[in-house]
């Protein structure tokens, strides 16, 4: 069976890679009617914190990445932390020092510091050929007892090729010699990342390690800690590069980068695990918008490109926007109204605003809206009066006292109308007015006195909303602005 995991570290903000390959993750297993896990690796305890931690799982949940086994999901391989896995990891650290695979270095970070830094001066690879991987293991932990801590390193092979052929990329080959005895811990409870990464693969029988192409120089170390284990290697799939629209890194530069901040600016979590889905994946044509169900159906490896993702936010918008108009207008009201409210600064339950009013302001808005977090803004003429410039009433080359003259009109038809009217209705009252005369003198000037918008929705879905005497009392504003 098909097994995948994704394996977030808790050290920052849920970022797009890692919910990228959280998610091809997810959808490879789905697709493949396997499992999929997910595993914290905690193990850098300084930087781990156990916000970051919610914000994964909280992350995950909200974009509907569900996985079949983790630390609040258990399952059989539990526990799904790394600092709680620590027993596990001396086993296997004990097996590859008393194999031989494995040795203590007893050098300083001062010290191998000042290295890395000779050998990238002199333009060498950051290796360290290590002269204690040939020191008895007695005499090492002679050494070890005074000095009381050294690193576990790999005793990386001389002369090897390591090559594995990646779902993606195709064949991959590395030289050991370029590899140098990378470290696998910071002693026998203090797993590193190469190493515990391996140890839980195996031991969670990962089938499938899907993940970010910056991770490719990790593989061959990891291949051959795996090698030395005696382990079943996984099948690798390296995903391309998220970039940016400028094709660089995707970094805070271009925008948001943490899933939160998407959240917060009104992006529905069903656009987004949709864009998601097709950074580095299409399933051929040109098809876009597709619902997760048809996403898992279609979902391979084959189809993930080489090349990088662009991640482009336009594109996003155009996509939220889609989802936004498939939404029942009970649903998109009541996503809504938190941005409503925390962009006038009151609760609508304690204000005039009927729900009912809500919702058609919100029905208004639908066609147009792109993320939630625009409502405010474009709604903002229904909660509160409008400021504008007079010069945005004037319509063509009309005088302003045609402007004027304008405006009494519409104010004396609304003034004997009955509120509330519908859109309909006062639509026919205006065209009977307006006859075969020009409708954008009158309709323009009022539409800007109800607004205050160079756009917006037209003026007789506006009169359906708003109270009689408020758009009576907008257009004599209007007048007042001409006088
Ligand atoms: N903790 C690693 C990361 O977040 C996991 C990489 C892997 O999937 O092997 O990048």
Not at 112 to 137: G, Q, T
Not at 273 to 302: C, Q, V, Y
Not at 466 to 472: G, M, Q
Request: hydrophobic content about 40%.
């Amino acid at each position: 069976m098909v097994r995948t995991r994704i394996a977030p570290s808790p050290t920052g903000s849920l970022h797009v890679g890692t919910l990228r390959a959280a998610l091809f993750n997810y959808l490879f297993a789905k697709s493949q009617g396997g499992s999929f896990a997910l595993r914290i690796e905690d193990t850098d305890i300084e930087r781990s914190d156990k916000k970051f931690e919610k914000e994964i799982f909280q992350g995950f949940s909200w974009l509907g990445i569900i996985a079949d086994e983790g630390p609040l999901e258990g399952g059989p391989f539990a526990p799904y932390r790394q600092t709680e896995r620590i027993g596990t990891y001396s086993k296997y650290l004990e097996l590859l020092l008393s194999q031989g695979n494995a040795f203590y270095c007893f050098h300083s970070e001062e010290n191998l510091e000042r290295e890395r830094k000779e050998l990238m001066a002199a333009k060498r690879p950051p290796i360290h050929a290590c002269e204690y991987r040939s020191m008895e293991r007695a005499e090492a932990e002679m050494l070890l007892e005074t000095k009381g801590a050294a690193i576990i390193r790999f005793k990386t092979p001389l002369g090897k090729i390591i090559t594995f052929t990646d779902l993606v990329r195709g064949e991959i080959s590395f030289e050991s010699d370029l590899l140098g005895d990378f470290s696998l811990a910071k002693g026998l409870t203090a797993p590193l990342y190469n190493f515990a990464v391996v140890v839980d693969d195996y031991e969670m029988q990962i089938t499938h390690v899907i993940r970010g192409e910056d991770h490719i120089p990790n593989t061959p170390k990891q291949i051959l800690i795996i090698e030395a284990l005696g382990f079943l290697r996984p099948q690798y799939a390296h995903l391309p590069l998220i970039l940016g629209s400028d094709r660089s890194k995707l970094s805070k530069r271009h925008g948001a980068t943490s899933i939160d901040e998407y959240r917060k600016e009104g992006y529905l979590s069903d656009a987004l695990f949709n864009f998601i889905a097709l950074l580095g994946w299409s399933p051929g044509g040109d098809r876009e918008i597709m619902t997760k169900e048809e996403i898992i159906k279609e979902f391979s490896l084959e189809r993930v490109q080489k090349s990088g993702a662009i991640f482009d936010v336009a594109k996003l918008d155009w996509m939220n926007g889609e989802y936004i108009r498939k939404k029942s207008l009970v649903e998109l009201a009541r996503l809504c109204i938190p941005y409503i409210e925390d962009f006038f600064k009151f609760k609508i339950k304690n204000s005039k605003l009927k729900i009912g009013d809500i919702k058609k302001i919100i029905a208004l808005e639908q066609p147009r809206l792109k993320k939630l977090s625009e409502i405010g803004d474009r709604a903002d003429f229904f909660f509160r009066e409008p400021v504008y410039e007079k010069e945005l009433l004037q319509w063509k080359s009309m005088r302003t006292d045609e402007l004027s003259q304008s405006l009494d009109k519409s104010y004396d038809l609304i003034f004997n109308i009955e509120f509330p009217v519908s859109k309909e209705a006062v639509e026919k009252a205006f065209f009977e007015m307006i006859g075969t005369g020009d409708k954008g003198s009158i309709l323009w000037p009022l539409r800007v006195a109800l607004t205050g918008k160079k756009a917006s929705p037209g003026p007789f879905e506006i009169l359906s909303i708003l109270p009689k005497e408020v758009a009576l009392k907008r257009i004599a504003a209007a007048k007042g602005l001409l006088a």
